[in-house]
């Protein structure tokens, strides 16, 4: 019987000019899944870097090419994870956040792993708790446009340290979702970096400024405690029930739900009590749902139906609003805290 092929590509010190220059060249020069290992100035650890998980998000890959091209020389051993390069180059390039009958990968880092999503997941998680690095960070773009923040599910000042190192935001969460900052098998901080809009070219300057100093960093916690941070806790998710519709325009839809286009404008800004949201169709409110991180459902805390309109019901924060349609309906609408 043979042995089953690996499910990730692995590329051992690769020199500068065997990095093609083109970035598509580059990931259909990888061809699938790939691990990329660099030896460090500091061999005893290991610094991890982790991106394309969704395949529309394409900051990390970016930065992550053009440190590869200049030939960087990092302070550890560094291992750099592109996931879903075969997403990333579907037509069009870079707007596939997974295809047609997948798993979303950022929601397969718990069980159950019998697909190839799952499977790639436990491979990665395996591996990573083999090598106990000193820390992850997994880079990705936000689904709407705004400005760059982190995200983190195990708080601590090790992960402010980290989250400081590409933004002054950081959200500590209890939801629980399957993504990649959820594992603990590694034994060190786990960090998500939402860049920014895929769309925004500042997104690919804090990916890759933020990565070089990650990478570049001799002591990676050194005054870790002194950090500060515009810090949100514990936020939660309006979601679109299953068997409703969602669209977004400038004016109401025969959708259940219609955002308002612009809306993704709110990102980090405080809204106030009666913001206007969203057109709600016949069912009205019943097609949305607010979770918590035990499950409950508090809609009726946050929103409320003001003539055929979703309006929220106090002052919030919302992030991570996204006027994709499919996002928005697969996913979230988006995250909101309330201001304290």
Not at 74 to 102: D, K, M, Q, W, Y
Request: aromatic share 8%; glycine share 8%; hydrophobic share 40%.
């Amino acid at each position: 019987m043979g042995q089953a092929e690996p499910l990730w590509n692995t590329w051992e010190a690769p020199a500068p000019n065997e990095i093609p220059e083109n970035l598509e060249e580059f990931l259909c020069h990888l061809s699938g899944p790939t691990v990329i290992s660099l030896p460090g100035a500091d061999p005893s650890t290991t610094r991890v870097a982790v991106t394309l998980l969704h395949g529309n998000e394409p900051s990390g890959a970016k930065a992550i090419h053009r440190l590869l091209r200049e030939g960087f020389q990092p302070a550890t051993n560094t291992l750099l994870v592109l996931a879903c390069i075969a997403t990333a180059l579907t037509e069009p390039l870079f707007s596939h956040r997974l295809l047609p009958g997948c798993r979303d990968m950022n929601r397969c880092f718990k069980p159950p792993f019998d697909d190839y999503q799952g499977q790639l997941a436990k491979s990665l998680i395996d591996t990573l708790a083999g090598l106990q690095p000193e820390a992850i960070v997994d880079l990705h773009n936000t689904s709407g446009d705004g400005p760059a923040f982190a995200v983190t599910s195990q708080f601590g000042v090790e992960h402010m340290s980290l989250a400081n190192l590409f933004t002054s935001r950081l959200v500590y969460t209890d939801l629980s979702l399957g993504s990649l900052m959820e594992i603990t098998e590694p034994g060190c901080p786990v960090v998500t970096i939402e860049c920014g809009g895929a769309r925004q070219a500042e997104s690919d300057d804090v990916a890759y400024q933020g990565l070089q100093e990650y990478l570049l960093r001799p002591h990676l916690f050194k005054n870790a405690a002194a950090v500060q941070l515009d810090l949100y806790r514990h936020p939660m998710r309006l979601e679109l029930k299953e068997g409703f519709q969602i669209d977004c325009s400038s004016q109401p839809t025969d959708a259940d739900v219609t955002l308002q286009r612009g809306v993704q404008n709110l990102n980090f800004g405080e809204v106030e009590t009666g913001q206007q949201l969203a057109w709600l169709g016949e069912q009205g409110m019943a097609a949305l749902q607010v979770k918590d991180g035990e499950g409950g459902n508090r809609l009726d805390e946050f929103f409320e139906q003001r003539e055929g309109m979703l309006c929220t019901r106090q002052p919030l924060k919302l992030f991570m609003v996204t006027e994709n349609p499919h996002i928005a309906a697969t996913d979230c609408l988006f995250y909101l805290v309330g201001v304290e």
